[in-house]
């Protein structure tokens, strides 16, 4: 009965602080955004309490009535929220977050050691796509399955889909994902698709940055072409941390790979009953109701019209930002953004990512350090990813972006001097000792 700030006032004071820090500062990562209080509410209820191992109506254990109303709930509020048809797709809304959703998918539908191509993680894919370097298979999925990158073209940092035609017809994987944690461009799925057909393999959208812009329809829409689509429910969607996987309902055949394949040699899906059994029993136990309805509430608040306004505000902002920024001389992979974020390559300034990251960590501005297309490494990458789904959701405009930019380039400014007077000490590090020192004295001369 008693508060969190009686029982517990250390811990108590870190999140006050915490949330503190999320109100005094721009909050720039594009995989970030705050939920609502509806959201946090049911993240904070006695759902937590409950243990549900199965599915709605086939539980392990009793007492279960509402919490299957609950599940049920948000599977409906998903397929809603974009616009599918329940006899064509089916979801599974149990899955605790993006990276084990892509596991429990790629458990379900491949063999270990099965074959996968995804985004390669320095040209913008993620680590759960597969990643490995020559010397170190860093994602369990490089680990437990045979994984191959496609690439973006490093002078245009498109996706080069031609590469992926010409290296999956010798690959031959079974399964393609099309998703991206650092691409500001739209994915072009019909390509995605066909590519998929020529070799027989599976089409995963992994839509988790964009959900929000795909609910909203600003963005282009994966379920046309895919298989099956995941999604985090915590970046533009606007929810708790988790993740909803959304498959095809029926038998898939699959293309027979070999000429003149007798029917029983034909591989056939049913992607729904491999997905769930790869959820639960496979990879999980009990579900985590209260994220669960904490969906179900972010689903429900996705499908209103004042969200797609929102989703279309961030697609505005981010197109504003990059239009002030380049207007500074900035330059940005692609040259640009369809979506809610944005690719600063830093290289030209010579900056890189990490010592930018901290500069504007010091004048709270939360950004993340991310590799540009052609880096040689991944340790030292020489752009910011920036993005404008957690602002625009605190209200910023077109106009309130504009001077974002004009804070943005004055921090990274400074950073090239301050880059500059250490590279004449022969020291390459920025110190946040010695960014607040310089800021204070560009204050000063200015005041
Ligand atoms: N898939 C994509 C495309 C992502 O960008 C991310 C996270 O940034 C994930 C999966 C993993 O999500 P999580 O951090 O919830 O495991």
Known sequence: RESLRDIDPEMYGLIQKEKKRQIHGLEMIASENFTSRGVLEA??????????????????????????????????????????????????????????????????????????MGLDLPDGGHLSHGYATLTKKISATSAFFET???????????????????????????????GISCYSRNLEYDKFRSICDDVGAILLADMAHVSGLVAAKVVANPFEHSDVVTTTTHKSLRGPRAALIFFRRGIKKKQPTKKGAKDDQVETYDFERRINEAIFPGLQGGPHNNTIAAIGIALKEASSDEFKSYAKQVVNNA??????????????????TDTHLAL?????????????????????????????????????PSGIRLGTPALTTRGFREKDIVEVANYVDQAIKLAVEINKSNDNKKSSLVTLKDFKENMKRSEHAKS
């Open 43 to 116: 993240l904070g209820s006695c759902l937590t309490n409950k243990y549900s191992e199965g599915y709605p109506g086939v539980r392990y254990y009793g007492g279960n009535e509402y919490i299957d109303e609950i599940e049920s709930l948000t599977q409906k509020r998903a397929l809603q929220a974009f616009d599918l048809n329940p006899e064509e797709w089916g979801v599974n809304v149990q899955s605790l977050s993006g990276a084990p959703a892509n596991f429990a998918v790629y458990t379900a539908l491949l063999e270990p050691h099965g074959r996968l």
């Open 148 to 178: 191959m990158p496609y690439k973006v073209d490093p002078k245009t940092g498109l996706i080069d889909y031609d590469f992926l035609a010409r290296t999956s017809k010798l690959f031959r994987p079974k399964l393609i994902v099309a």
């Open 319 to 336: 197109k504003q930002l990059v239009k002030s920024l380049q207007d500074k001389g900035y330059v940005f992979v692609s040259g640009g």
């Open 344 to 380: 600063l390559d830093l290289r030209p300034l010579g900056l890189d990512g990490a010592k930018t990251e901290k500069v504007l960590e010091a004048v709270s501005v939360a950004v993340n350090k991310n590799t540009c297309p052609g880096d040689k490494s991944a340790l030292k």
